[in-house]
């Protein structure tokens, strides 16, 4: 069935679609990833034409507060907005698939550029599909890829993206036409069905791509597992070499519901990998995706200079924070900017700062470190002000709501026994998102924004069990900030790619793997690497990591200077300009070997 609208695009376009549900606004690294795009340069002169789909999640409100900040609605028959020559191919869709469409655009901005675009949006409300269309796609989604839906439709995460499917290809073909050359882009397993659905269109020219955010199995494993990365990562080395994948060692996966969705990629034309490791785990998952089209294309990070006055000044304004809430001024500011997720590591952050503060001890210096994560949305400013002024809020907490949620209240008592030992380094747990007064609270200085908490602190930590990119944790590196990060994190390949890590005093970068024995010749054993192994592996790293912490902190303006050059220099390699140039372009461009995807195919799921 072929819907197609007036076109209102050249032929010779290039089109993206990119398929996500971060299509309204940014909640993670996702959302990160668009933004980076929709403001990089190098990006805009090659696409000229993109477009962001996916699930209406928003059903109150006006057309414009659900198609979020800074966009503008063309269409959206509710409330009879038809500024759009699509309109009449829209009405036609929301009839046959009994859907509602809301289109429209969202302006992307780059404060310190200026480079602006305005990437059409488009959002299909899922709840009530046509379920005759929907089970024909699941019925040939099966027939193709031998996914069987059927195990997971109970499953609303699952069964809102495969009832996307067929409504957002009849709407993208409204919006091109047969003969352009339209890539989409399924970013994450929220992505694949829209992804299989166009693959499985005869007469259009689509090129599907597969972007790895990260790999749902493998996330789901390591974080499970008491090893974490400890055990994981040396069992996938040992698996690689031995050409073992996923399923034989850690048994069949398919009972995940994101992991045949993630498995049915290797029918894309491309997979993009934001990491070594990922495009490693992507490898694990099935032995034909050895001989898949996997392409390393890492995130971009923040790249621009500012001076050692401008860095002392954000940091000032950080110490006086710090002076409001605990009545003393701390010589150094350690930061983590986060969501509350197990994967993110954060006990292994008390545990460097324990030792590190073992030594600030002896050299009567003082450090506090502002832990800023949050599991649940933003608190109104009434709440904060209130918990403020009744016991003392984010220095004390309380649990439950406006207060801790329950991960937050879980990792809560870990930091109160780091504070109740610790007397040179404290820590701040500040559960809110924002970072400045209307958000924080009355003791926070007048003129605080987010940035002063990247500009201004001298250690930015990021030890996560599972991290397939990790931009927040390089963020501070273009203002010569030290940033910790873990050896599984993809950032850290790129930093391998681009430099040697061991001659950039700004990362150091922690490895959790490499003391478990590599000669180890018993997949068992490595499986069985268990929690109490992990922790002495920690207690050895973290000794480590405090140790070269406190070597490279600048102690003079001249070591302050060293080390914002420095770290601007290898921001720079790692900008999106350049990553959009030496990655994405040259991958997004290469032309495809033709899928078999319209044949019956073999599953391991």
């Known amino acids: 069935m072929l819907l197609i609208g007036e076109k209102l695009a050249m032929a010779d376009e290039k089109i993206v679609v990119h398929v996500t549900h971060e299509a309204t606004e940014k909640i993670g690294g996702i959302g990160a990833v668009l933004e980076g795009l929709f403001t990089c340069k190098a990006y805009l002169e090659a696409v000229k034409r993109s477009i962001i789909t996916g699930p209406l999640f928003s059903y109150n409100g006006s057309a414009q507060s659900r198609l979020g900040e800074h966009a503008e609605v063309l269409y959206w028959s509710a409330e009879n907005i038809c500024n759009t020559p699509y309109s009449g191919a829209f009405r036609r869709i929301e009839k046959i698939y009994n859907t509602q469409i809301l289109y429209g655009t969202r302006t992307f901005t780059d404060s310190r550029t200026g480079t602006q675009s305005s990437p059409e949006v488009l959002l299909i409300d899922v709840r009530h599909i046509n ?18 839906s059927d195990l997971y439709e109970h499953i609303w995460e699952y069964e809102q993206y495969v009832r996307l499917a067929p409504a957002a290809i009849a709407a993208i073909k409204t919006l091109c036409s047969a003969d352009q050359s339209t890539t989409i882009i399924a970013h994450e397993f929220m992505g694949m069905p829209t992804a299989l659905a166009a693959g499985m269109e005869t007469e259009w020219n689509f090129k599907t791509i597969f972007y790895a955010h990260e790999v749902a199995t493998i996330r789901k494993i390591v974080e499970t597992h008491p090893g974490h990365d400890t055990m994981f990562y040396n069992v996938m080395k040992y698996c690689r070499k031995n050409k073992l994948n996923i399923n034989e060692v850690f048994g069949d996966q398919s009972c995940y519901f994101k992991h045949p969705l993630v498995e049915a990629s290797r029918h894309c034309h491309h997979i993009f990998a934001v990491g070594n490791h990922t495009a490693d785990e992507m490898r694990f998952l099935a032995p034909e995706f050895e001989n898949a089209d996997i392409n390393i294309v890492y995130n971009g990070i923040p790249s621009y200079a500012i001076s050692a006055e401008e860095k002392i000044k954000s940091k000032g304004k950080l110490q006086k924070y710090c002076e409001n809430l605990l009545g003393f001024k701390p010589d150094y500011i350690f930061s983590h900017v986060t969501r509350m997720v197990k994967s993110k590591g954060l006990w292994r952050d008390l545990q460097v700062l324990e030792r590190i503060e073992k030594e600030f001890r002896a050299q009567n210096k003082t450090g506090v470190m502002f832990l800023l994560s949050t599991e649940t949305a933003a608190r109104p400013n009434r709440d904060i002000l209130k918990m403020e002024s009744s016991y003392n ?44 007064k209307q958000s924080c609270g009355t003791r ?159 599953t391991h799921s």
């Open 393 to 436: 809020w984010p220095v004390a907490h309380r649990e439950g709501w406006p207060d801790l949620s329950g991960g937050e209240a879980d990792f809560y008592p870990v930091i109160q026994a780091f504070n109740a030992k610790s007397r040179n380094i404290k820590v701040i747990f500040i559960n809110q998102f924002g970072f400045d």
């Open 131 to 148: 379920p005759d269309i929907v089970n024909e796609f699941k019925r040939r989604m099966f027939h193709h890829f031998g996914i069987h």
């Open 444 to 602: 926070m200085p007048e003129d605080m924004e987010f940035m002063d908490i990247r500009k201004g602190n001298d250690v930015e930590f990021g030890m996560s069990v599972y991290e397939p990119f990790g931009i927040s944790q390089l963020e501070p590196l273009t203002f010569g900030g030290i940033c910790v990060i873990s050896s599984v994190c993809g950032c850290a390949g790129f930093v391998q790619a681009v430099g040697e890590p061991h001659k950039i005093p700004n990362v150091i970068i922690a490895d959790y793997t490499t003391s478990v024995n590599g000669s180890i010749d018993d997949i068992q054993e490595l499986i069985n690497a268990d929690g109490f192994m992990r922790r002495q592996i920690e207690h050895q790293t973290s000794e480590k990591l405090a140790r070269e912490i406190i070597e490279r902190l600048p102690e003079n303006k001249n070591e302050l200077d060293n080390m914002i050059r420095s770290g601007y220099n290898l921001a720079v390699n790692m900008s999106w300009e350049s990553v959009v140039r030496k990655f994405l372009l040259p991958n997004l461009q290469k032309k495809s070997a033709q899928k078999g995807v319209r044949q019956p195919a073999q």
